[in-house]
């Protein structure tokens, strides 16, 4: 729930939805709201002799659709960010195949994710882990990564006194007990081989689920740890009749729409690695970058960008051409979360000066550039999403309990390294361009490394003054 005056939101409040959140939010969902109104995006820019300056709408539509139409569709590439709503991955995918653009990316971390729909969902579901009786976390902090979902597991915890939690990754605290039972693939492979006490513990219950993350995922071997996984998933018997528990965490809220959507490689295209190297090649000349802007900027260095998103942040510094558009709370949109369930999202408040809807930004430049996109407005472009991904069309249906997965097609087989799983929210404050830009989120930040750096200056001091005491006689008592 969005409460607003005018344009400027006020307060974000839960709504009472027991099969994801129940009626809860984290203190970040509830106080991020001052970002929506800070380093906003309110009028377009060209760059020109290496600066930004503010364009009118139609002057900056001709210049990119310009550039489109002079680049050789080979050369042309798009990416997703994380926060992007389906209506605008469609609108955004189907421009680039009418261009004939081949290379596009919705992974800005690099997760080795696709396929089978089942293989990339959080196939248990939300509510569904208080029915599990033994888990296994692999490379994720839920604690940071996904709030809501830790919680369940805590309630889990307290409801079944004796249930065993497993860690593969980062100790952390993560207000439930659990074993620790190593940091990196190799304590994947072991239990994938049938090793340890926690193997039997899995294979011996009656709902055993897995909970892969993204610090498992996005790294070089990312293919061969996520068929690993799926590995020790068969050799419990995690996904049977009436139950599936394979799961994959998703921290992005805007990805799992656009998997489904299939915001991906077509054949002969390039991935998001492949895209950054073209560009540092001068084999991609254009990318369109829809609100991507955790991935460092200087790999655009090569390319003419088009940024389209609704804050001044990493990305929008370094384009050629900026699109301002609307944030969440300002435009009609489905997202998808973890679980594959399709959220209708409703405008609360309008975007501020002149930044536009998402889908809308791109269907105008579609008709600048000669492909007019064939939907004139929201409905005819959800009727066109939907008959893509009829699941988009089901709003607030959760996975379906057992739903088929063949676990011998997901990941890769190859060789695994020695790294341990690190979680890839490193500062639970600024994960995103709206975090970034509030005031109370850069306070919290401030204070929580503040926090940190004094217990780490406490225990450095704290050891001599333990190992002394030691020393003396008695000391151990």
């Not at 528990?245 to 690695?273: Q, S």
């Amino acid at each position: 729930r969005v409460d607003v005056r005018g344009r400027e939101v006020l307060r974000i409040l839960p709504r009472l939805n027991e099969a994801v959140n129940e009626e809860w939010i984290s203190d970040k969902t509830r106080f991020i709201w001052d970002g929506l109104r800070r380093q906003r995006l309110d009028q377009p820019f060209i760059r020109e002799n290496g600066k930004l300056r503010p364009a009118r709408w139609d002057e900056a539509l001709t210049v990119v659709a310009e550039k489109l139409k002079a680049t050789p569709k080979e050369k042309i590439a798009g990416v997703v960010g994380d926060l992007a709503p389906t209506e605008a991955v469609k609108a955004l995918k189907d421009l680039l195949t009418a261009i004939g653009a081949p290379h596009m990316d919705c992974r800005q971390d690099g997760a080795k994710l696709g396929g089978e729909r089942a293989s990339y969902l959080f196939n248990t579901g939300i509510a569904g882990l208080e029915r599990a009786d033994a888990i296994l976390l692999v490379g994720t902090n839920p604690r940071k990564e996904a709030a809501m979902i830790n919680a369940r597991l805590r309630k889990t915890w307290l409801a079944h006194l004796g249930i065993r939690i497993g860690v593969i990754g980062e100790a952390a605290d993560l207000s439930f007990d659990y074993e620790h039972l190593g940091e990196g693939p190799e304590a994947l492979s072991g239990l994938a081989a049938g090793k340890g006490d926690f193997f039997q513990a899995l294979k011996n219950a009656e709902r055993p689920a897995i909970v892969i993350g993204m610090g498992a995922l996005t790294r070089p071997d990312g293919e061969a740890v996520l068929a690993e996984a799926a590995k020790l998933a068969g050799a419990i018997g995690a996904v049977k009749e009436g139950w599936n528990g394979f799961n994959i965490l998703h921290t992005a809220a805007g990805r799992v729409g656009a998997l489904d959507l299939k915001f991906l490689p077509a054949e002969g295209g390039r991935d998001l690695a492949g895209i950054i190297e073209g560009c540092k090649s001068r084999e991609i000349e254009v990318v369109y970058n829809l609100g991507a802007d955790e991935i460092d900027p200087r790999n655009w260095a090569g390319a003419f960008m088009v940024y389209q998103g609704h804050h001044g942040d990493a990305a929008a510094r370094v384009a050629d051409v900026v699109f301002p558009a609307a944030a969440y709370t300002e435009q009609n949109a489905i997202y998808v979360n973890t679980e594959g369930r399709a959220q209708m999202a409703q405008r609360a408040a309008f975007p501020p000066g002149e930044a536009r809807e998402d889908w809308a930004i791109l269907r105008a430049l579609s008709d600048r550039v000669g492909k007019t996109l064939p939907y004139d407005d929201l409905f005819a472009l959800r009727q066109a999403m939907i008959a893509d991904a009829p699941s988009l069309g089901r709003i607030d249906q959760g996975p379906e309990a057992g739903a088929p997965l063949d676990l011998s097609k997901i990941g890769k087989a190859g060789a695994l390294g020695k790294e341990p799983f690190l979680s890839p929210v490193g500062d639970f404050y600024m994960t995103n361009a709206i975090a970034r830009a509030s005031k109370t989120m850069a306070e919290c930040s401030a204070t929580m490394a503040e926090g940190a750096k004094a217990k780490s200056a406490h225990a450095y001091f704290l050891k001599p003054e333990l190992h002394a005491a030691l020393s003396q006689p008695g000391g151990a008592a």
